[in-house]
């Protein structure tokens, strides 16, 4: 099994439709935030189908997206990998994330319950500075994260990537990452070459 944790990051959807493509058996987890309560897990207020900490996530020839480890039944065989960005740039760019999906533009595109819980839960993010949200997600303190009756916390492992991988690419050598990923999985991402890479800073790519 192939296990690829990516980053929040501008090309987290590009990369993962065209795993979808080259990988038509797979199983794409999307959990950028943790469950506040667990036991409310099947209640219908979890538009975002977060899943408890304890949960196991069936195999899958390739698992991909942003998740916690801890959920995949992983075998000696498995090669699990990810791209890195230097810690800085994840928080900006993890922030530029939260931004965009708690936007005016991102409100006009709603059109699922699944979106406009997002909307609603990130919305207030646009109030903090860079500073304020580095702060925020280092003291590990709770932030209200709310729509209806539920409520969702902050996964701050999501901005340390310093797990046993068995491979690691760096967005800030792309074309290297690129054939390498493609030389060990097979995963061709020559497509997105010329792309930039982050978000919030347009001299980046």
């Known amino acids: ?25 797979n199983l794409h987890i999307h959990e950028v935030f943790e469950l506040s309560q667990e036991k409310f897990f099947n209640n219908r207020n979890n538009p975002l189908g977060i899943t408890p900490k304890t949960f196991k996530f069936e195999r899958s020839p390739m698992t991909f997206g942003i998740f916690d480890i801890n959920k995949i039944k992983k075998e000696p065989d498995d090669f699990h990998l990810t791209i890195k960005f230097k810690k800085q740039d994840l928080i900006k760019e993890y922030f530029a994330g939260l931004r965009y999906y708690g936007s005016l533009q991102f409100y006009k595109k709603i059109s699922s319950d699944y979106e406009k819980c997002l909307f609603n839960l990130v919305s207030n993010f646009n109030d903090l500075t860079d500073e304020d949200f580095f702060e925020l997600l280092e003291s590990g303190k709770a932030y209200p994260l709310r729509y209806k009756n539920f409520s969702y916390k902050l996964r701050k ?5 310093e797990e046993n991988f068995d491979y690691v690419g760096e967005f800030d050598d792309w074309p290297t990452t690129i054939k390498e990923i493609k030389d060990k999985i097979g995963l061709d991402l020559t497509s997105l070459k010329k792309e930039r890479t982050k978000s919030y800073n347009k001299s980046h790519g």
Do not use: A, G, S
Request: hydrophobic letters at 40%; one cysteine or more; proline letters at 13%.
């Open 1 to 25: 099994m192939i296990i690829l944790q990516l980053p929040p990051c501008r090309l987290y959807p590009k990369i993962c439709k065209i795993i979808m493509e080259q990988y038509p058996i």
């Open 157 to 161: 492992e999501q901005v340390n990537q």
